[in-house]
């Protein structure tokens, strides 16, 4: 993925986004809804037909978990 950031949401639920370049958050600093982590970063040459594109992934306990079920 390159550059991650991980968000540690408590009572083991993480959410991961990448890949991301100028990370704009630094670790332990608390953010909210709407802050802006950083800058998504360009995919690589072997990606480039997908276009710019973030990855998100969510977890509860290190468990991957389809965030379609916990987002609106």
Known sequence: YGKMITIDHGD???SHY???QDIEVVPGQWVEAGTQL??????PPA?????????FELHHHGEPLDPSLYIR
């Open 47 to 55: 990606e480039r037909h997908q276009g710019t594109h973030l990855h």
């Open 18 to 20: 990448a890949p991301v």
């Open 12 to 14: 083991g639920w993480e």
């Open 38 to 43: 950083g800058r998504l970063a360009a995919p």
